[in-house]
């Protein structure tokens, strides 16, 4: 009796531990799929986060790369326009120039249709061949001087200003050979015939020319100042004191200078004041009274009308 009791208990104490079993079974493996979809929720969640992170920074490149695009656009634009403006200033002065010279040349013509009696034509084309027998003799005298002073600076080791010098010579012996191989023709040349229309003022004295003397004159002034820059860079080239009147060029001046048109005095004096104005542009690597263009230099138009003054005859 005792032992069917006892059986009976354990019976009951077997059944009820797997009931327990059976019933808190489920309920771990229910805080383990939860947990493991909180895991996965947050795991989602920071990959939404990186990815809009990833975007917002693209987002913002992309911003950064439009607003530098519109300010490098913005930029050219504003080039662009000065250029235009810089051109349309070009164009006006340069229209401005040529209406200028248009009416120069025609009051010019007008002027210089009086012409000169045959007097006065034999006078000027005898000066003119007494004025060209003394400019050879000139030339060959200067070639002298002109060796002496390349031996100079080469003893000096002045080597720019010696190259320098030896493309001036050059161009002077040119003008000689033209000079002697020339065979000119008065009767048929404008200047003879033509009035005077312009005078200057040299060393307190005037001076009367028509236009082809007045071209001769700013040539002299130009060819003056391209010589003059030159030889300033060339003592700048070789560190060597700055002294224009030092420059055998200087004291030649008559690159340039065919014989014709006007003296030769003339022509040295107009010569020089462009060289000395040419040699501080060029000793001090600058452009105040000049300027460089198409391979050339020349005096500033203003500085060419101050050194000349011409003054109209009528």
Excluded: C
Excluded at 12 to 37: H, K, N, R, W, Y
Excluded at 171 to 176: A, D, G, K, M
């Amino acid at each position: 009796m005792k032992v069917n009791i006892l059986n009976r208990m354990g019976m009951a104490v077997v059944i009820s531990a797997l009931s327990f079993v059976g019933t808190s079974m489920p309920t771990d493996a229910q805080q383990q799929a939860q947990e493991e979809q909180k895991q996965q929720e947050r795991g989602q969640r920071q990959s939404e986060q990186k990815q809009q992170q990833r975007q917002e920074r693209v987002q913002r490149k992309a911003e950064q790369d439009q607003k530098q695009q519109q300010r490098v656009q913005q930029q050219q634009e504003q080039q662009q326009e000065r250029i235009q403006r810089q051109s349309e200033q070009d164009r006006k002065q340069q229209q401005q120039r040529v209406q200028q010279q248009q009416q120069q040349d025609q009051g010019q013509q007008q002027k210089q249709q009086q012409r000169l009696s045959q007097q006065q034509q034999q006078k000027l084309i005898s000066q003119q061949q007494q004025r060209v027998v003394q400019y050879r003799q000139h030339l060959e005298q200067q070639q002298a001087l002109a060796q002496q002073n390349a031996v100079l600076l080469q003893q000096q080791k002045r080597i720019a200003q010696y190259r320098f010098q030896e493309q001036y010579l050059d161009r002077v012996r040119q003008q000689q050979i033209h000079l002697r191989d020339d065979r000119f023709d008065y009767a048929r040349d404008p200047y003879f015939y033509t009035a005077p229309i312009y005078r200057y003022n040299r060393g307190g004295s005037y001076y009367e020319t028509n236009e082809y003397g007045a071209k001769t004159l700013r040539q002299a002034v130009n060819y003056g100042y391209e010589a003059g820059f030159r030889a300033g860079k060339a003592d700048r080239d070789d560190r060597w004191g700055s002294n224009y009147k030092d420059s055998y060029a200087y004291r030649d001046a008559n690159y340039g200078y065919s014989g014709y048109y006007v003296d030769r005095s003339d022509y040295n004096y107009y010569f020089r004041q462009g060289f000395r104005r040419g040699y501080e542009d060029g000793y001090n690597s600058r452009y105040q009274y000049g300027r460089f263009a198409n391979g050339n230099y020349s005096i500033l138009d203003t500085i060419l009308s101050q050194i000349l003054n011409f003054q109209a005859l009528r």
